[in-house]
């Protein structure tokens, strides 16, 4: 039966889509909530991107038949009208081979006009007509005739029929409809139903810091796409190696290696400058790093990062924006945050994933949480 929901799908359907992703959400479990929590900063109440006030995400899950895994993730900065109050805004490609779109008006400019869309390679160019007509019907916008749309994607041709791009401006348009705060559903949803990482099911997965209020009281969240490569390392355990699956072990010792793309969004309600925000996604990869990740030759592997505080938002026809943005000297704590909240939605992402069967049969198998955690209290 035909999973896809339409933009105008019933309720009924809609539940039936999102019972399979509920009920391994119920049965999985986060890194934190197997009693790991990483780095020294707290978490947000929901421990997602969503915990900086008034950014919300919306998921569409496209499973079809044997052969059709994939989705949209749509992250939503603020809820006003984004592209009359721009965010201030970077991005940086610790490996650039993707197909970013939207990125070089960002280098340009320093902001974003659109919510972030993260779909599979196929499908960018239905990410990108969903966003310009959403921006299009927005009240205020019936003059707009040029939308920059920002939507990243990875590959996820293993366990979905790619070449069939399933994937339409509906369903971006029902993702960003749907958008809300709170719990974010992570794992085999949305942009990371098709998606591997190190070997194993990869997908969506999110974390958030809040500094303390000596370091300004700042939150920052991350949610991820993960389907990259290299060599799977949990706080400080070296858990790709001692599963014998990890890159280029086939020269090692004669079998497959894997390999991938990452999409990683940071957003901050603290008050920076796109200066500041290129720095803080260079450190977003700092935290792929932490994975394990490497960032190799065939890799897409971007950081988009996004200040939503609400005094610097780039007011359309204002001939003077003023901004009022921290000193280079109070950075550090937020460096730190972002690390440790990309690593940990990297871990979530697999964590919260289970194992699944696609295209031609392929099947990707769950990382084993059970021996993964048997090893981080064995160290």
Request: charged share 20%.
């Amino acid at each position: 039966m035909k999973k896809t929901r339409s933009i105008l799908g019933a309720v009924a359907l809609a539940g039936l889509m999102l019972t399979s992703s509920v009920a391994y959400a119920q049965e999985r479990r986060t890194l934190r909530e197997w009693g790991f929590p990483i780095g020294i900063f707290e978490t947000g109440k929901n421990n997602a991107i969503t915990d900086v006030a008034g950014v919300t995400v919306g998921q569409v899950t496209c499973i079809e038949g044997d052969s059709v895994r994939t989705g949209v993730t749509a992250i939503v900065p603020h809820q006003g009208n984004i592209f009359k109050n721009k965010v201030p805004a970077a991005i940086y490609a610790g490996n650039g081979f993707g197909k970013l779109a939207g990125y070089t008006q960002v280098e340009e400019l320093g902001n974003i006009e659109t919510p972030v869309v993260l779909t599979n390679t196929l499908s960018v160019a239905a990410g990108i007509e969903g966003l310009v007509r959403y921006t299009l019907s927005q009240p205020g916008n019936e003059a707009v005739r040029s939308v920059n749309a920002v939507v990243g994607e990875t590959n996820d041709g293993k366990l979905n029929k790619i070449r069939d791009m399933r994937v339409t401006p509906s369903m971006v348009l029902e993702a960003i409809g749907k958008a809300e705060s709170g719990p974010v559903e992570q794992g085999n949803v949305g942009a990371g139903t098709g998606t591997i990482c190190f070997g194993f099911k990869g997908g969506i997965g999110t974390s958030s810091r809040v500094l303390p209020e000596s370091l300004g009281g700042y939150t920052i969240g991350v949610l991820v796409q993960s389907n990259y490569g290299g060599v799977l390392e949990i706080d400080g355990v070296q858990v790709g190696r001692k599963l014998c699956k990890y890159d280029f072990r086939k020269h090692v010792e004669k079998t497959d290696n894997v390999d991938g793309s990452c999409m990683m969004v940071v957003v901050t309600d603290a008050p920076l400058d796109a200066r500041n925000l290129k720095r803080v996604a260079k450190r977003a990869m700092m935290g792929l790093a932490k994975t394990g990740g490497i960032a190799s030759n065939g890799s897409g592997d971007y950081v988009i990062a996004m200040s939503v505080a609400k005094e610097n938002l780039v007011e359309q026809g204002k001939k003077i924006q003023s901004m009022n943005v921290l000193d280079n000297g109070e950075m550090s704590s937020i460096f730190c945050a972002t690390i440790e909240a990309t690593a940990e939605a990297l871990w979530n992402s697999m964590f919260m994933a289970e194992t699944m069967k696609g295209y031609n049969g392929y099947e990707v198998e769950a990382l084993p949480v059970e021996k993964v955690v048997e090893m981080l209290n064995n160290r």
